[in-house]
C-alpha cells in the first residue's frame, strides 16, 4: 500500500480549479468510465469532450458549504477524486452525499480508494460537520463489497433501477455511513 505518498486537497471553489487539474479531473473520468467503472457516465466509450460539460458545472457550483472535490494525488499526479455534496435545508443539513468517486485504473490495489474514502469521512465530519454520508452505488460491480469494508451499511435498493442495455438491468445500491 502506497497511502503514505497521497496528499490530499480540497477544493470549495471554482477558483481553485487550474487548468491542468480540471484537465487531469476529465482524463481520469474518461478512463475510469472507459474502463467499465461506476462513475456518472454508464455508457463507455466517453472522451473529454463528454465528460467536461459535467465536471464543468460540478466545478461552478464548488461551495465550502455545500459541495467540494476532494482530490488524491500521488508524486504530483491525480490518483483520486470525488465530490461531497450537502443541501442546506436543516431538515436534511446534517448529511451529506459523495458523488463521483474514482480512482486511476493504473494505480488501483494500492490503498488509494480506501484512503480517499476515509479522508472525505474525516472532511465530512470535521469541516462540513456532517453527521452521515449517503451514497448511490451500481450493483453487480463489487462496489458495495468495497463499501461495506469501509463501514457503509447497505439501507436499500432499486431493482433494475440502472438500465445499461437491453437486458442488463443493474440495482441501484443506497448506502450509508454513521456516525462519521
Known amino acids: 500500500m502506497t497511502t503514505d505518498l497521497l496528499t490530499f486537497q480540497q477544493l470549495t471553489s471554482s477558483g481553485g480549479v487550474t ?14 468510465t ?3 467503472g461506476a462513475a456518472g457516465f454508464p455508457f463507455p466509450p466517453v472522451d473529454v469532450a463528454t465528460v467536461t460539460p459535467t465536471l464543468d458545472r460540478i466545478i461552478s457550483l ?14 504530483g499526479e491525480l490518483a483520486g477524486w ?3 455534496r450537502r443541501d ?8 451529506g ?7 486511476r485504473t493504473a494505480i488501483r490495489g494500492r490503498g488509494i480508494g480506501r484512503a480517499l474514502m476515509h479522508e472525505v469521512r474525516r472532511v465530512a465530519r470535521d469541516e462540513m460537520g456532517l453527521e452521515q454520508l449517503h451514497l448511490a452505488a451500481r450493483g453487480a460491480v ?23 442495455s437491453a437486458g442488463d438491468d443493474r440495482d441501484e445500491i443506497l448506502m450509508i455511513i454513521t456516525p462519521l
Open 142 to 164: 463489487g462496489l458495495e463489497d468495497f463499501y461495506g469494508s469501509l463501514g457503509w451499511k447497505e439501507v436499500g435498493r432499486w431493482p433494475g433501477a440502472l438500465r445499461l
Open 97 to 103: 452525499t459523495l458523488h463521483h468517486v474514482q480512482t
Open 82 to 84: 470525488l465530490n461531497i
Open 19 to 32: 487548468p491542468q487539474l480540471r484537465q487531469a479531473l476529465a482524463d481520469c473520468w474518461v478512463e475510469v
Open 34 to 36: 472507459n474502463a467499465g
Open 62 to 75: 464548488l461551495s465550502p458549504d455545500t459541495s467540494r472535490l476532494l482530490t488524491a494525488t500521488m508524486d
Open 88 to 95: 442546506r435545508f436543516e431538515l436534511i443539513a446534517h448529511w
